[in-house]
């Protein structure tokens, strides 16, 4: 159990709301009178090891990530974001790890590509449709999807989903890869604003192959049997919503905003820090 003087890690992912969510999380816990430091840039086997062993405090997760990547948990037919958020409460409690709350939005992964190519190509606006144009396109993926089990493989499987090559990237330069045509098709995330300022068109899901992904927050089970601790992040059960999200993001891509700074405006806006 963790006193007020030693020092919480929170963890942090390498894109935008994970900056300013772990940044919420650093600036409410110090409000609360503990102490606590941000570590971002971690890839998701880091923070999964971190928080088990207790190296890692706290960090934000999602129900989708959590289930098929830690986990390691078998697809599922239809994808109820119910079922999906209890069997992953569950095998995280069975790894040292508490889920304290879900926090309000889902950030999804979904597949587009620019509205233009779409208008051109017979109006593609599922991912079935867009199957019969793949051999003849070029999917820019961020670090991960490309061979995550919930990613392209599943498409593959699914839909039958197959590119002429895949170009990994950061996934923050996805967006200007396919605004800039280096890339035909990409895996954007629904609270990433450029979807809609880069004129990009998502496709539907509509054999339902990708899980739901709502923001849960994680702690690791020693640090969760802190009362004071638990209460303090209790104000983000529920908080924010898609819609908030996706403008916080959108300062940060777009303003070029501090995460540091967006957190503490919105902390400080909704009565949450002084
Ligand atoms: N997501 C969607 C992924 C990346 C995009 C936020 C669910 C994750 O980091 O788990």
């Given at each position: 159990v963790s006193?007020?003087?030693?020092?919480?890690v929170?963890?942090a992912?390498?894109f935008?709301e994970?900056?300013?969510?772990?940044?919420?999380?650093?600036?409410?816990?110090?409000?609360?009178?503990?102490q606590a430091v941000v570590?971002?840039?971690?890839?998701?086997?880091?923070l999964?090891?971190?928080?088990?062993n207790?190296?890692?405090?706290v960090?934000?997760?999602?129900?989708g990530t959590a289930y098929?990547q830690?986990?390691?948990?078998?697809?599922l037919?239809t994808?109820d974001?119910?079922?999906?958020s209890?069997?992953?409460?569950?095998?995280?409690a069975?790894e040292n790890?508490t889920?304290?709350?879900q926090?309000?939005?889902r950030?999804?992964?979904?597949?587009?590509?620019?509205?233009d190519?779409?208008?051109?190509?017979?109006?593609?606006?599922?991912?079935s449709?867009?199957v019969p144009y793949?051999?003849?396109?070029?999917?820019?993926?961020?670090?991960?999807?490309h061979?995550r089990?919930?990613?392209?493989p599943?498409?593959q499987?699914?839909y039958g989903?197959?590119?002429?090559?895949?170009?990994?990237m950061?996934?923050?330069l996805?967006?200007?890869?396919?605004?800039n045509?280096?890339?035909?098709?990409?895996p954007p995330?629904?609270t990433?604003?450029?979807v809609?300022l880069?004129?990009?068109?998502?496709?539907r899901?509509?054999?339902?192959a990708?899980?739901p992904?709502h923001?849960i927050?994680l702690?690791?089970?020693?640090?969760?049997k802190?009362?004071?601790?638990v209460?303090?992040l209790a104000?983000l059960?529920?908080?924010?919503?898609t819609t908030t999200m996706?403008?916080?993001n959108?300062q940060?891509?777009i303003?070029k905003r501090?995460?540091q700074?967006?957190a503490?405006t919105?902390?400080v806006?909704?009565g949450?820090?002084?």
């Open positions: 006193q007020k003087n030693t020092t919480i929170v963890g992912k390498t935008n994970q900056y300013i969510l772990s940044e919420m999380i650093a600036q409410i816990l110090k409000d609360n009178g503990y570590k971002s840039g971690l890839n998701d086997g880091t999964f090891e971190g928080i088990k207790g190296q890692v405090g960090y934000v997760e999602y129900t098929s830690l986990l390691k948990l078998p697809a037919q994808w974001p119910d079922v999906v209890a069997k992953v409460k569950e095998g995280l069975g790890i889920v304290l709350s926090i309000g939005f950030d999804d992964y979904t597949i587009a590509v620019r509205e190519w779409a208008v051109s190509h017979n109006n593609v606006s599922t991912i449709e867009l793949a051999k003849d396109l070029v999917f820019g993926s961020d670090l991960v999807f061979e089990e919930d990613g392209l599943s498409l499987k699914v989903l197959t590119f002429k090559d895949v170009k990994p950061s996934p923050t996805m967006y200007e890869a396919i605004k045509g280096q890339v035909d098709v990409i995330y629904t990433d604003s450029r809609d880069y004129k990009l068109r998502t496709l899901d509509d054999r339902s990708m899980p992904y923001a927050l702690a690791n089970a020693g640090l969760a802190n009362p004071g601790v209460q303090a104000v059960n529920g908080k924010i919503d996706r403008e916080l959108r940060f891509d303003d501090d995460a700074e967006i503490h919105y902390l806006q909704q949450i820090i002084k």
